[in-house]
């Protein structure tokens, strides 16, 4: 069973810098053809992709956030994390982290709310 948890803040202040880690367990981001995304869904609004890492580290990003996010992993510790720049209340949002492999998993999501 392949299993994701987010982490990170609930509470970021405007202009700062969000960062979530996804750790994934019961398989490996490194499997060949597998990806994992970053998703997340801002009150009463639909899910907005925000970007991808690929089993080889490729990224992939949101052409409207790819100026202001960026993902990498650790594949020593089997997870892949998110940072977002200079955040505004706009960002607030549940964000959930999900893979691709053998079928899509996701994580339960976090709250983050930007506000100072």
């Known amino acids: 069973q392949v299993l994701l948890q987010e982490s990170g803040p609930d509470l970021v202040k405007p202009s700062q810098t969000l960062s979530l880690t996804c750790a994934v367990s019961?398989?490996?981001?490194?499997?060949?053809?597998?990806?994992w995304n970053w998703i997340r869904q801002p009150p009463g609004k639909g899910l907005e992709w925000m970007g991808s890492i690929g089993s080889d580290g490729t990224t992939y990003y949101s052409p409207s956030l790819k100026s202001h996010a960026s993902i990498s992993r650790d594949t020593s510790k089997n997870q892949f994390s998110l940072q977002l720049r200079f955040v505004t209340p706009e960002d607030t949002a549940r964000y959930y982290c999900?893979?691709?492999?053998?079928?899509?998993?996701w994580g339960q999501g976090t709250q983050v709310t930007v506000s100072s």
């Open positions: 019961g398989a490996s981001i490194t499997t060949s053809y597998s990806y």
């Open positions: 999900a893979g691709r492999i053998d079928g899509e998993y």
